[in-house]
């Protein structure tokens, strides 16, 4: 029996991937590699260069290794990406998640976890924001989340099929043990972005808002470190496996941190005193928003370990710098 992690070549698809493996999974990853990396992929797993939306690689995938859990990374993230090419967003997000689940149900895989995002709840009236709240997207890219999240529930009432969509806060951090990060070209998440502004892969960095009613005037996000996620996911595959509900959850710290107070957390650790722009707000993004994450302490038993900025930070710093050595050909591609 193994796991099939889709997007298992990306940020926290890799992460997710390893945490697996640590624990003594058989693992398979179908990726098509656009935004992922082959070197990304642990080599203990076994890895399927396709797109989710080939039904007929899935099938075949999920039937010769015998996959009996789904988790499914694979989609489209930036938020102002998702407003400029909404339908791209759909058809990413969507359209191919919705051929992922038929063939999951096709083929009698009974367990899926989906990687959702605090994006459907748009831009909350109360933080921290519960799973109770109702989701009020603000981009394509949350809504496209929730029509799969809709699509899941839907379809776990008409087969013998369970889910647990996780919504996830700002994912951030690396590995521990320096065997992965985010590395993504262009990416657009605050602290990478802060990390290579302090390392010199970008000469300055922007602020998007300073008008936002938040106590410094910019954006307040709950920042959860990737490790803390990925084992998210894996306390919601035990809970699935030993016959627990559907369910949706929330995977933050339930605290938040403004843009300018992450910025100056990535200034302490780099020690570096970067050029930082003040720039108009983007479009879709939320004042604030923060994770009420009781639901899935009390009911996963969900132990964070990670709960700490300057941890975070530090990693991803760390990570940034390993990068550099990617890039000079001392990582195998």
Known sequence: MSVLVTGGAGYIGSHMVLELLDAGEDVVVIDNLSTGFRWAVDGRATLVVGDIADNALVRETILSHNVNAIIHFAGSVVVPDSVSDPLGYYLNNTVKSRGLIATAVETGVKNFIFSSTAAVYGNPEENPVSET????PMSPYGSSKLMTEIMLSDASRAHDFRFIALRY???????P????????????????????????????????????????????????????????????????????????????????????????????????????????????DPAAIVAASAKIRDRL???????????IVAQAFNWERRLDALKAGEIAD
């Open 133 to 136: 709240a109702p989701p009020a």
């Open 169 to 175: 806060f700002n994912v951030a951090g690396a590995d």
């Open 177 to 284: 043990k320096g065997r992965s990060g985010q590395s993504t070209p262009r990416a657009t998440h605050l602290i990478k972005v802060a990390c290579e502004t302090a390392l010199g892969k970008r000469s300055q960095m922007e602020v998007f808002g300073i008008d936002y009613p938040t106590p410094d005037g910019t954006c307040l996000r709950d920042y959860i470190h990737v490790g803390d996620l990925a084992n998210a996911h894996s306390v919601a595959l035990h809970h699935l496996r030993r016959g627990g509900v559907s369910d949706f959850f929330n995977c933050g710290y339930s605290k938040g941190y403004s843009v300018l107070e992450v910025i100056a957390a990535v200034k302490r650790v780099s020690g570096v005193d970067f050029k930082v722009l003040l720039s108009p707000r983007r479009a879709g």
């Open 301 to 311: 038993d969900w132990r964070p370990q990670h709960d700490n900025l300057e941890q």
